[in-house]
């Protein structure tokens, strides 16, 4: 059974930083790219998920959102079937639940469309 599960997400002040961990089981971590998704309060049902970075299978290559580029780092560890979203100086604008995702092949993984498989989400709420 494929499982992707986020943690690490909480409560924290603008300024603060949080790492995100991916836990995957089920397939073979490292034949996919991961990404990491998020989705802020209120947004429309269906409306697509606002891409925040991505990484290629054996960290080759990685791509952020212009929001997020400088103050976010995605990592990975195949040994382990983990990946990480490092993120410093948050902004109560970063407030949102944080899903992450795997792909078989993504061109960059901007688009959630490219994915297989995706997690249960993680809150991340940044307030003063």
């Known amino acids: 059974q494929v499982q992707l599960v986020e943690s690490g997400g909480g409560l924290v002040q603008p300024g603060d930083s949080l790492r995100l961990s991916c836990a995957a089981s089920?397939?073979?971590?490292?034949?996919?790219?991961i990404g990491w998704f998020r989705q802020a309060p209120g947004q429309a049902p269906g409306k697509e998920r606002e891409?925040?970075?991505?990484?290629?299978?054996?960290?080759?290559?990685?791509y952020y959102s212009d929001s997020v580029s400088g103050r976010f780092t995605i990592s990975r560890d195949n040994a382990n079937d983990m990946a990480y979203l490092q993120m410093n100086n948050l902004k109560p604008e970063d407030t949102a639940v944080y899903y992450c995702?795997?792909?078989?092949?993504?061109?960059?993984?901007?688009?959630?469309?490219?994915?297989?498989?995706w997690g249960q989400g993680t809150q991340v709420t940044v307030s003063s």
């Open positions: 995702a795997a792909a078989i092949a993504i061109a960059r993984g901007t688009s959630q469309n490219e994915y297989d498989y």
């Open positions: 089920g397939f073979t971590f490292s034949d996919y790219a």
């Open positions: 891409f925040v970075a991505s990484i290629t299978r054996f960290s080759a290559a990685r």
